[in-house]
């Protein structure tokens, strides 16, 4: 199983960026999906996840700028990510608990990440 995330780049304060993440391989199940992101120097933060219900959830420093969704027959989610600001940038990453086929249970696995930059 790995996941796959993409879309970080350069952007300038006040712009877009979208995220992908895909979860390729042996998988029966995906539970919850989310978005971690670390600056440098800090934690890993927590930034949005989406369950398979379709419930979502936002760290308070993103609620109202940024969007996750999810498209489960691609076992792939998204961040939209509007107005960002220089304290947004940092690295990226994906997480999503998978059952795989063959094994008992839900594992968490994570993506390599995807850099984010904002200039102010």
């Known amino acids: 199983v790995q996941l796959q995330a993409s879309g970080g780049g350069l952007v300038r304060a006040g712009g877009s960026l979208r995220l992908s993440c895909a979860a390729t391989?042996?998988?029966?199940?995906?539970?919850?999906m989310s978005w971690y992101r670390q600056a440098p120097g800090k934690q890993r933060e927590f930034v949005a996840s989406?369950?398979?219900?379709?419930?979502?959830d936002y760290a308070d420093s993103v609620k109202g700028r940024f969007t996750i969704s999810r498209d489960n027959a691609r076992d792939t989610i998204f961040l939209q990510m509007n107005t960002l600001k220089p304290e947004d940038a940092g690295v990226y990453y994906c997480?999503?608990?998978?059952?795989?086929?063959?094994?008992?249970?839900?594992?968490?696995?994570w993506g390599q990440g995807t850099l984010v930059t904002v200039s102010s």
């Open positions: 391989g042996s998988i029966f199940s995906i539970r919850t």
């Open positions: 997480t999503a608990d998978i059952h795989q086929h063959g094994r008992s249970g839900f594992e968490p696995y």
């Open positions: 989406a369950t398979i219900r379709g419930d979502f």
